[in-house]
């Protein structure tokens, strides 16, 4: 479909070699004066970009802005202007016009113009959706799990969501803390507003000052163009320091007058900056303890702990086991693609006692790769990974076929698997041996 243009002019003459130029690539509407525009674009006919004579009798160009700036999905607006007015044009632009051309108008000029002001369009538009879907992605309810320490953990997201309040996430690798953090962030005011991330372990100490505070031109050898840094680009939203118990000393202090003032200076430079950021944290570390080794800031701590919460391993809180297995269940059913329907109770039951040191982390990446790897539409206990069975896995070299030895071994894993009413992962677990283990001299002796 043709894009449309609305033109706007009370000259008769410009109207008509405008629209005449123009009705080729585009659906044309014309206007003689503001009043009219208006209903034309409040008729519902979309128009993607006006273009409006600065200066008419009655409503003018800037009126014609101002209006189309409230509506949702507005179109772009560019102004024709005379010498006289070009002030005028310039402040406009200021007030949301895409651009202004002078009288005479040159046509080719205009096309291009309108070109660009479509592409333009089209990128806010897209950035507009692509933000909604990383919103929809971050809901509350994408954080699994119904034990009481979830519970908590929930609690405190929902009310930090709607503050600006600085906020420290403790925790083991895996268990959640950017999920938490981008929670917060995309459940909070600032949510239209960037979410930026810096991970302080990944850089070298003056890498990661200019990568935080950005850096003016020759700061230092390399520093060829001046650089914003994340906290220039966090403006207005939200600033995720990851693992922030790796940050040198140095950065530490100017951290800590920026949380105590909003303001910084990009490295090498004598410019205050000031912005609008809130700070989320996150560490695997502990950071209190590294407060009393004298590694880390003890006011830097405070400033940054206004809220805490720590995230505790998921083997503290294996009543989430279950839920988050059946959200990884579905999850990676419907992204690659198969029709897997639940998990054998006996898996589920390795699942449940296995300590999973990986956290949420390794849990996620191995029902992953249960979803890929199952042969029929339930993961059974043929379908899972070796390492799995490690955890309380002695494995028996020496198999013995028959003899006494055979026998006594059939009999005690006879007597076992009674005492334990048949369940097999307590009864590998009573005779010292892997679940898998068990499964083969099950075969073997055809018990
Ligand atoms: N409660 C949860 N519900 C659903 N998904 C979760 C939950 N906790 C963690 N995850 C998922 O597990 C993966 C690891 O989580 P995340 O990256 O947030 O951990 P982390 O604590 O930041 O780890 P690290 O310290 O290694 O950076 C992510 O894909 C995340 O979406
Ligand atoms: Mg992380």
Redesign the pocket.
Do not use: Y
């Given at each position: 479909m043709n894009a449309s243009v609305l033109i706007v002019d009370d000259d008769k003459l410009t109207r008509e070699t405008l629209s005449r130029a123009l009705s080729e690539e585009y659906a044309v509407y014309t206007a003689s004066n503001g009043q009219e525009a208006l209903d034309i674009i409040g008729k519902g006919d979309k128009i993607d970009v006006v273009l409006s004579d600065l200066e008419m009798p009655g409503l003018k160009g800037l009126d014609i802005l101002e209006r189309v700036n409230a509506l949702n999905n507005s179109p772009v607006v560019i102004l024709i202007t005379g010498q006289a007015t070009i002030e005028s044009a310039v402040q406009a632009m200021k007030l949301g016009a895409y651009d202004y051309i002078t009288k005479p108008v040159n046509l080719d000029r205009i096309s291009l113009l309108i070109e660009k002001s479509l592409e333009n369009k089209r990128l806010k538009e897209e950035n507009i959706l692509l933000r909604a879907r990383i919103r929809e992605n971050y809901p509350l309810v994408?954080?699994?799990?119904s034990s009481p320490e979830?519970g908590k953990i929930m609690e405190i997201i929902r009310h930090v969501s709607s503050t600006a309040a600085t906020a420290l996430?403790e925790?083991?690798?895996?268990?959640?803390?950017?999920?938490?953090?981008?929670i917060i962030h995309y459940n909070s005011p600032r949510s239209d507003k960037p979410f930026i991330k810096v991970?302080c372990a990944a850089f070298a100490e003056g890498v990661l000052e200019s990568e935080i505070f950005g850096h003016e031109k020759g700061a230092f050898t390399g520093a060829v163009s001046s650089k914003k840094g994340r906290f220039e680009l966090a403006d207005g939203g939200t600033l995720f320091l990851?693992?922030i118990g790796d940050i040198p000393l140095g950065i530490q202090v100017k951290l800590l007058r920026f949380l105590q003032e909003k303001t910084f200076e990009r490295v090498g430079g004598n410019k205050t900056c000031q912005v609008d950021v809130r700070i989320i944290s996150?560490?695997?570390k502990h950071l209190e303890r590294l407060v009393s080794e004298g590694s880390f800031r003890e006011d830097l701590y405070y400033r940054l702990r206004v809220v805490k919460i720590d995230?505790p391993p998921l083997r503290k809180r294996k009543g989430?086991i279950d839920?988050?297995a059946g959200?990884?269940l579905n999850k990676y059913s419907q992204i690659h693609n198969r029709h897997i329907t639940g998990i054998s109770d006996e898996v589920m039951a390795m699942i449940r006692s296995y300590d999973w040191p990986?956290?949420?982390?390794e849990?996620?990446n191995c029902i992953e790769s249960f979803v890929v790897l199952a042969r029929g539409s339930q993961v059974t206990i043929d379908d899972i990974p070796d390492y799995l069975f490690s955890q309380c896995d002695v494995r028996h070299a020496d198999d013995h076929e028959d003899g006494v030895l055979a026998e006594m071994e059939r009999q005690t894993i006879m007597d076992t698997m009674r005492d334990t009413g048949g369940n097999k992962v307590e009864a590998a677990k009573k005779l010292g041996i892997g679940l898998r283990t068990l499964y083969r001299k099950i075969e073997k002796f055809q018990l």
């Open positions: 994408n954080m699994i799990g979830m996430i925790g083991e690798s895996g268990t959640g803390k950017e999920l938490i953090a981008n991970s990851d693992e996150a560490t695997n995230v989430d839920d988050l959200f990884f990986g956290n949420v982390r849990l996620m």
